[in-house]
């Protein structure tokens, strides 16, 4: 719903993401303090920046399957493996462009991730979260066993003198614009599918797909187009981590890393594109500050042992997440929404 | 005048005397280095993780004491909880570099995949108290093992048992236990295949079990393995599956040897499996020191530790590890500032040193056997040797002590 008094009489208006001066301000505000970080920050804070990034695109990807078309994923970190693998090899051994190389980390994890669309036309709830986890099992089983010359077996693939358009991304501030710039991109993108007939399906077959079905929208093929995306963005996040890394290795892509990715999905709120970038600030944001503040604790108060401390920290994060769940289990966007709608009526509680 | 004189000489005496004491205080003045202790206190090794960085802290705070107030250098540690997680240590690390740290000790799997890349420009050597593996075997690492690989360790296992306990009249019928969930432990299966095919006078692999890091229950397998007539089944593998092994053997009645590494050693599952009696005949197989009650250099650097510096990890493999790797970096550093003074260290002198400098087993109380690098590996590839610990009457002791692994090719 729209402010008192705001209103469009262009149809690019109506069809404008950013509607208000106001967002228009905020957007910019927080685009030019983005950009400006890595000169204002400490280092620490540009790797978290690229960290958050790359997470931020896979659950992007993930809020488009999960949160709008409802298909349960638990196989997210495993497609972003595939992503990373594509674009690793692709870059290294077949000396791909490095844009060229992420997009083909992209289309090889979004085939990947299809095949699991398809399973989604049959099976759904548990037993498709239970097939999504094959994912990971398949991912780790091809990746150990297919020659090592093809992905490197155990030892992975390694990156060497990366660049792109003839920057060197050998230190962590390229690496934090490169991400930058490609979760604002992923993120535009994001939106136009949501917004446009792709999104509205995934949205009716979320709420109900016999429904949608009986409507005209081809169900089978929409939970395949949901897979296909949610994994392309994944496998872009590989790729991005691979660049950043410039190693990978089987062991980086786990279930656990999978769990992660749909816990910041739900602190953030189903369905909403800017719900899951909260979610990923937030949970990496407590995940990050428990870990820069156990060394600290520990050295203040070396009696109490590190290993207390750490398990301390682990029990705080644990706790903050919990607490999310309970007192707004609709995600943290609810609470945005319900915030910005009782600042535009008020005085008026309704 | 005369009043005027002795001011004159006290003044002189006192500038004296201010002088030798700035000169005596920059005498005592020491460089202070930050080493990074990544550590894991919420991922998977989270139970061992207080013997490990409790032997760490020891050890760093004895050199501190003993060595490093003589030669002018402090070493402060801090410890950063990775969760053993690639992207957690990737995340962490730009953070840890602006404290400008020359070495620092390092977990596994997922600190080498997060920065073995990059350390060659930070210029940060990090030290490594778990066994190498194959695919990590590389020319100009910076992520360095004082352990050769599991299978190096394994192979030296193989070949002591086949010469000493068979005479060498035979191969030694071995069933390896693993897992594919783990690309170092899919590397074991790998190696070991690639050394029982090169030498089938040594040793003949009855078969390789591929199970679950944590199995419900391994009975079939091993029904099949003893059937097959296995002499001995190494389990390097993980604790879960060692503890597996011995039920499955208890459960078939069948007494066959089983060899296992330093992190599920004998002293380890002794407690799950109701007593090191039922473990009585089984090996541990490592580089490392084996930790038995023996009067050793080695046990007795330890009492030192629990006596003087608080160390309050019991006495086993984890902890003689996490000493182990402490040896190693505090002497690393000393050798390093013996040749290029304690002020302006840098990683690369540190790299520099334990490539050029062999670092004797005697300075390592007998922790590790005398270990030098070269830049071709990351682990002492020349003339590795491994340790052999049996469990006899209740006790864990030693069966061989240095013995030579045979030479390895890359596999």
Known sequence: MEASGVF?????????????????????????????????????????????????????????????????????SAFMGVGAYACAVSVSQWSFPLPAGLLFGGAAAAAFGSLFGISAARIKGFYLALTTIAA????????????????GGPGGVSIEGIAIFGVDLANDTAIYYLTLVVLVVMTGGAFGIVRARHGRAFEAVRDDDVAAGMMGIDVTRTKVRAFLVSAFY???????????????????????????????????????????????????????????????????????????????????????????????PKGLMHRVTSAKQAFRRWPFPY | MKSATALRYAAAILTVTLAGAFAAR????????????????????????PALGGARESVIGWWNADVGSKIGVKL??????TRFDTAQTASL?????????????????????????????????????????????????????????????????????QKTKLGGKRPVKVALVTSEASPSYADIAKGITAYAKANPNVVELVEVVFAEVQPADLTLQMRRVTNAGADVILAPASLQQAIAVKRALQALGKKVPVAFSMHNAPGFIAK??????????????????????????????????????????????????????????????????????????????????????????????????????NI??????????????????????????GYPIPKLDRW
Request: hydrophobic content about 50%; charged content about 15%.
């Open chain 2, 76 to 81: 402060v540690m801090k410890a950063y909880d």
């Open chain 1, 136 to 151: 990971q099992a398949l991912f780790h089983f091809f990746v150990l066993n297919l020659p090592s010359r093809w992905l």
């Open chain 1, 8 to 76: 469009f009489t262009t149809y690019a208006g109506d069809r404008s993401l950013v509607r208000t001066r106001p967002q228009w301000i905020a957007l910019s505000l927080l685009m030019l303090v983005l950009v400006a970080l890595p000169w204002l920050a400490p280092e620490r804070w540009i790797s978290m920046g690229y960290t958050i990034f790359i997470t931020a695109v896979a659950v992007v990807g993930l809020q488009i399957c999960t949160g709008y078309a409802g298909q349960i994923n638990l196989g997210q």
């Open chain 2, 376 to 401: 071709s590996a990351p682990f002492p590839v020349y003339n590795p040797k491994v340790n052999i610990g049996v469990v006899k009457d209740g006790k864990v002791t030693t069966a061989a002590s």
């Open chain 2, 93 to 161: 690390w730009p953070g840890i570099l602006a404290e400008k740290p020359l070495v620092g000790f390092a977990l596994g799997g997922p600190d080498t995949a997060a920065l073995q890349q990059r350390l060659p420009n930070d210029k940060v050597v990090m030290l490594l108290a778990s066994a190498s593996n194959g695919f990590g075997w590389r020319p100009n690492q910076w992520v360095l093992s004082m352990r050769p690989t599991f299978v190096h360790e394994q192979v030296g296992f193989i070949d002591w048992y």
């Open chain 2, 272 to 373: 799950p499996m109701g007593g090191i009696e039922s473990l009585e005949g089984d090996y541990e197989t490592q580089s490392g020191v084996i930790a038995t009650n023996e009067d050793t250099e080695a046990k007795r650097f330890y009492d030192m530790l629990v006596a003087k510096h608080g160390l309050k990890a019991p006495w086993h493999g984890i902890t003689a590890a996490g000493i182990a790797q402490t040896l190693l970096l505090v002497r690393s550093v000393e050798a390093a500032t013996r040749r290029n003074g304690p002020a302006k260290l840098n990683g690369e002198m540190i790299h520099q040193t334990l490539l050029d400098t062999p670092i004797t087993g005697a300075s390592l109380f007998g922790y590790s056997p005398d270990l030098s690098y």
């Open chain 2, 26 to 49: 920059d005498a005592r003045a020491e460089t202070s280095y930050v080493v990074p202790s990544l550590s894991d206190f919420s991922g998977p090794f989270s139970s061992v993780m």
């Open chain 1, 234 to 328: 994944a496998g872009i996040a590989g790729g991005l981590w691979a660049v950043a890394l410039r190693h990978v290795s089987v062991e980086q892509f786990s279930l656990f890393s999978s769990i992660w990715l749909i816990a910041m999905m739900i602190v953030g709120g189903l369905g909403s594109i800017v719900g899951a970038l909260i979610g990923t600030v937030v949970i990496q944001f407590a995940r990050e500050a428990v870990t820069t503040l156990g060394p600290s604790l520990s050295q203040a108060f070396p009696v109490v042992g590190q290993d207390i401390v750490f398990a301390s920290m682990n029990v705080l994060l644990g706790t903050v997440v919990i607490l999310f769940l309970l007192f707004e």
